[in-house]
């Protein structure tokens, strides 16, 4: 079984800032099965990156998403007030799905 | 404008059975595999399990969490996809939200993610 860890657990930055979030998995993986979603409280998750670099339908271009093997990476540019919250990694193989543990992203 | 609806949430006592159902509309619901993903209180994210469409064999798959005591079924006639919680145990206690497996394609690759979520339903196992 993959297992994904998320760091840092919690990343402390200000708006305007650059925010690098890194996933990490057990085994090299395969990119295309590698997204990450957002969760804002009270929300459900919302699909940012898939195949490890892809922007999803509607998400800003100061999103992006990195890596191969093992170390994955989610940028983004800079920070609006809208992107605190909660970051995911996530990896689909052998018909499971597996999530990191979570980035929260929150105001310095 | 596709929605995913979850019902059937509530208060259970451990050991007791609740079953979920998750209403699509907006598509064609028999084309797409769903998936159920939980978060506990305060926690992250965990894959539960998911349901193929007919025309892939309409077969499912589990977490080994749950394997065995939850069933996923659907019945396409009504667009709705269920999750038979048998055995519930404290640690089911979660929000529990349905989201359509998308395959996105790019380049000549392709993938399945999560692009529509439900609004999700709480669950609490409590005595």
């Known amino acids: 079984e993959i297992v994904l860890t998320q760091s840092p657990g919690t990343l402390s930055l200000s708006p305007g800032e650059r925010a690098t979030l890194s996933c990490r998995a057990s085994q090299s993986v395969a990119s295309t099965y590698l997204a990450w979603y957002q969760q804002k409280p009270g929300q ?30 989610l940028t983004i540019a800079r920070l609006e007030p809208e992107d605190f919250a909660v970051y995911y990694c996530q990896h689909y ?16 | 404008e596709v929605q995913l609806v979850e019902s059937g949430g509530g208060l259970v006592q451990p050991g007791r059975s609740l079953r979920l159902a998750c209403t699509g509309s907006g ?3 028999g084309d797409y595999a769903m998936t159920w993903v939980r978060q506990a209180p305060g926690k992250g994210l965990e894959w539960v399990g998911f349901i193929r469409s007919k025309g892939s064999g309409g077969t499912t798959e589990y977490a080994a969490s749950v394997k065995g005591r939850f069933i996923i ?7 709705i996809a269920y999750l038979q919680m048998n055995s519930l145990q404290i640690d089911d206690t979660a ?18 993610a999560f692009v529509f979520w439900g609004q999700g339903t709480m669950v609490t196992v409590s005595s």
């Open chain 1, 44 to 73: 459900a998750p919302r699909l940012l990156i898939y195949g490890a670099s892809n922007r999803a339908t509607g998400i800003p271009d100061r999103f992006s998403g990195g890596g191969s093997g093992t170390d994955f990476t």
């Open chain 2, 27 to 29: 598509f064609t619901f």
């Open chain 2, 73 to 79: 079924s659907r019945d396409d006639s009504k667009s």
């Open chain 2, 95 to 112: 929000i529990y939200y349905c989201t359509r497996d998308d395959i996105l394609r790019w380049f000549g690759e392709s993938t399945d």
């Open chain 1, 93 to 108: 193989a052998r018909s499971s799905y597996t999530f990191g543990q979570g980035t929260k992203l929150e105001i310095k």
